[in-house]
């Protein structure tokens, strides 16, 4: 099993309008809900995969009960805990086929300092039997900077390996504990550690703590920086679509991979970054942020380049 | 008593962001919601012009849940009748002081057969003791465009007047059933009569049933169409601010000289319009719908000029 951790859960909205004129009063055609958030993604993609999975983080109010009506009906193990706010949502905005949709984050509920002790005990349950565990997103207003620290260092406390997704000050003050796998995008990685070059900023998030990165580069795939040498993994071709969900796609392969092989050192990065570039891909051409086109996957498996050194 | 009816209740929910970007995503600063709705808007400006309101209407699910809790930490007495579906919410962006706000209302919760017709009997006991009905706003789906035909009806048979505030079909059905008093804008009166000037459009809503009809002109003030006669009003001074819900705060004024003179004959027109254009105006100078700002409507109360002909 793997534990996707979603700090910040949301009620992923998407309302569809004719056209979007700021300014004026727009009305909205259809109103679709679904539980969101990237963990939640994640999960969605490596079910799809044939994983067993279950899903924790924070959730609730009115917005939260949505958000755990659709897991279920979407039949995703729900280990999410119960917190006093009300679940945020995203209101993504999107006017027939004309350019990307226009997105609306809400920052999500205030959780209180006894709240977030609870849900660390509630976790420390969760991790057992996990074979790994995935932290992604957002870090909701009263959750502590360093949550993803304290999170890293309770699954390597019991031996399960971490791959995390998430950018600025919450990423800088995990990196102490280890996480085996980071997977930002170039413009996270070029924002934590004001180094412009790819390759070089990944080098500078192993020395401050993880042990391997993989950085995403929207269509141009991968480059992974990990103790056994470095790769680049490029998609046969260029796909059009939503990018939305691309990264959780690739996150949730990586993870899939890592769970595999017990330990980052023993990863076959190689077949773990077709498989990523692949699924990525096949998620630009499905709408919803979770879901991947596997016609697409499969064809795209034969078809992505490696190139790298190997270490050993 | 004045009843205020809201078929398509809402949570007005207000985005504040730092710019619009069309196609980009955003990170919300703030998110507020409250109960709305015209009729909800209409009972809060009849509340602080000192008239004791009831708020009735439909009402559903987890939104409809957070609408009649702010109902009631507004203090506004809830007649809402329950349905299965979830209560529609609007969402308003506001990005800075940039610009007129963009909207986004979504169409409502479909209303079932059953549910309408347990509508209409808890409605005929709302209307007792009423000395007015407020009939405001669009009509969400599954509710028969005749509605207000009906609900007018019932109140008609109970001998109370009515102020009806709606758009297209469901304006027009109403009609034969004798509204006393229409408050449609310019806008609204051309595209139900096709004719543009306002004047005449009026007097042809008079002619299909309506017992007065009041246009808004927005910043221009009124223009009453009666069986008493013609008037213009027109206010001292143009405000800036946010337009919405000034028309609702117009059938306030209007709703409030109806139940006075408890006959939409006996209404001292021009004494209404006065107030009507000065609430309205100082609802312009309120930051939120439903509310207006007391110190505005009292200054411009002395400013309004109202021009006109009465018959009698």
Known sequence: MILTVT???ALDVTYEVDGLRPHCSHRVRTVRGRAGGKGVNVARVL????HSTQVTGLVGGPTGELVRADLAASGLADRLHQVAG???RTVTVVAGDVGDATVFNEPGPRVGEREWAEFLAHYRESV???QAVVLSGSVPPGVPVTCYHDLIRVAAARGVPTVLDTSGAPLLAALPAHPDLVKPNAAELSEVTRVANTGQAAERLREAGAGAVVASLGP???????GQGRWRAVPGEHLLGNPTGAGDACVAALAAALAQAHDVSSVDWPRALTEAVAVSAAAVAAPLAGEYDDAVRE?????????GTSLS
């Open 7 to 9: 700090l910040n859960t």
């Open 47 to 50: 079910t799809a995969l044939g």
């Open 128 to 130: 057992r039997g996990a």
């Open 86 to 88: 009300d679940t945020r």
């Open 220 to 226: 141009d795939g991968l480059l992974a920086v990990t």
């Open 299 to 307: 064809r795209l498996l034969a078809t992505v380049h490696v190139d």
